[in-house]
């Protein structure tokens, strides 16, 4: 059964760095690109970019470049969205997502994780 | 950037009734278009992709179709776990981008 699995929800201040998980299981993890997804409190779907854990060939939407970085470790199953600088902005639902490429639909998804930054 | 227009942003529709959903691409998409259900407090899951091909396990009440530039999802026949927020997809062009929702109210 394919899987992807994030990491729980995190709550920071402005200015501080974090790094978020999703971890992908009953398929193989390497050959499928995984997308992270932002969506801001009541409101709708935001493609912040993907990555083929194969090679690390990643790519940002322009409108999130610069502002995350994205990685994976194929050796652990695992993707990462990371950011260095929280803002309040930031306070969102993140959801990471498997596609067959890198501009395709997406076929599984994780349960979310809930970053809220707040002072 | 394709920019995805969803409406209505809210249909009502009564328990075995029938809710129509519009999806409408800024520049075309070549029927590179999928839908997403949402349901209060989980993540996203795809129902169709390619415009009106269902995805694994999707029942057959679940149809998406296409009529000029327009993209339509159908649900025949409500069901109580059918009352969602749907999302439509391109994935023509990079970026992908979504719609900004609809979302399928009890009537």
């Known amino acids: 059964e394919v899987q992807l699995v994030q990491s729980g929800a995190q709550v920071k201040t402005p200015g501080e760095s974090l790094r978020i998980s999703c971890k992908g299981s009953g398929y193989k993890f390497a050959t499928f690109w995984i997308a992270w997804v932002r969506q801001m409190p009541g409101k709708g779907l935001e493609f912040m970019g993907i990555i083929y854990p194969g090679d690390s060939d990643t790519r940002y939407s322009p409108s999130f470049e610069g502002q995350v970085t994205i990685s994976a470790d194929k050796s652990i199953s695992t993707a990462y969205l990371q950011w260095s600088s929280l803002k309040a902005s930031d306070t969102a639902m993140y959801y990471c997502?498997?596609?067959?490429?890198?501009?395709?639909?997406?076929?599984?998804w994780g349960q979310g994780t809930l970053v809220t930054v707040s002072s | 950037e394709i920019v995805m227009t969803q409406s209505p942003a809210t249909v009502s529709v009564s328990p075995g009734g029938r809710a129509t959903l519009s999806c409408r691409a800024s520049?075309?998409?070549?029927?590179?278009l999928a839908w997403y259900q949402q349901r209060p407090g989980l993540g996203p899951r795809l129902l169709i992709y390619?415009?009106?091909t269902r995805a694994t396990g999707i029942p057959a009440r679940f149809s998406g179709s296409e009529s000029g530039s327009e993209f339509t999802l159908t649900i025949s026949s409500l069901q109580s776990e059918d009352f969602a927020v749907y999302y439509c997809?391109?994935?023509?062009?990079?970026?992908?981008?979504f719609g900004g929702g609809t979302r399928v109210e009890i009537k």
């Open positions: 390619g415009t009106s």
């Open positions: 997502a498997r596609g067959v490429g890198p501009i395709y639909d997406f076929d599984f």
């Open positions: 520049q075309t998409v070549s029927g590179d």
């Open positions: 997809q391109q994935y023509h062009k990079w970026p992908p981008s």
